[in-house]
């Protein structure tokens, strides 16, 4: 009984790299973040992992990640299953501005608490509540079955439909989730007791 579950978030994006918001906007990467792909997909070869299934957003920096990660796995041909609830915050209005030039237009502790707040949703987009709402009820309904059958899972999506997932594993609080980033390809390691709380957490950095 494995009951593995592995969480990427995507490797820098075109717009990660310009500094712009860009939730549901759907940028490439950048070489450096097919570089943090192949480097995952690397360190979870060495750990040892074969994945049983794998689960994606419906943007295509996720979906890229993945697909690098397999193939440094030697695991192209894995089922994936690819939903929009596993898509980034929707930024709203803010998606396509720079981060910079917000901070100088609304000030500092309103775009971070836009950013990172649990339920203050940036101006026409989604709080991390929100976010939650739609990664939760996809997560308990087709993610967790697989990975309390015994499986190894891997999720490659986004930075905050990831902070929501690790908000709930972890049993964080609204404001603990505040402090909680979660680095481009970085995988970050889950392994679940029977009865779904966390037996086991790694992050597997450099
Ligand atoms: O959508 C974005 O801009 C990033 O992927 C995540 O942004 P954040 O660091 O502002 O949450």
Redesign the pocket.
């Known amino acids: 009984m494995s009951r593995i579950l592995v969480l990427v978030r995507h490797g820098q994006?075109e717009?990660?790299l310009k500094n712009?918001?860009?939730?549901w906007k759907d940028p490439g990467l950048t070489e450096k973040g097919v570089e943090e792909a192949k480097s995952a997909g690397r360190k979870l070869k060495e750990e040892g992992f074969v994945f049983d299934t794998a689960f994606t957003s419906e943007l295509s920096r996720a979906q890229r990640t993945l697909d690098l990660m397999l193939e440094e796995l030697g695991q192209t041909g894995l089922a994936i299953t690819r939903d929009v609830a596993l898509n980034?915050?929707d930024?709203g209005d803010l998606s396509g501005l720079n981060?910079d030039d917000a901070r100088k237009k609304w000030g500092e502790e309103q775009v971070h608490v836009w950013?990172?707040s649990y339920d203050t949703p940036p101006p026409g987009g989604e709080s991390l509540k929100d976010t939650g709402a739609r990664v939760w009820p996809y997560f308990i309904h087709d993610i967790l079955p697989k990975v309390m059958a015994g499986g190894t899972v891997v999720v490659a999506a986004?930075?905050?439909s990831l902070r929501a997932l690790v908000m709930a594993l972890d049993g964080m609080t609204p404001d603990q989730i505040v402090a909680e980033e979660i680095a481009t390809g970085v995988p970050i390691l889950y392994r679940l007791n029977a009865d779904t709380t966390v037996a086991e957490k790694r992050v597997l950095k450099d």
């Open positions: 994006s717009w990660n712009l918001f860009t939730g980034e915050r930024y981060k950013r990172r986004h930075g905050n």
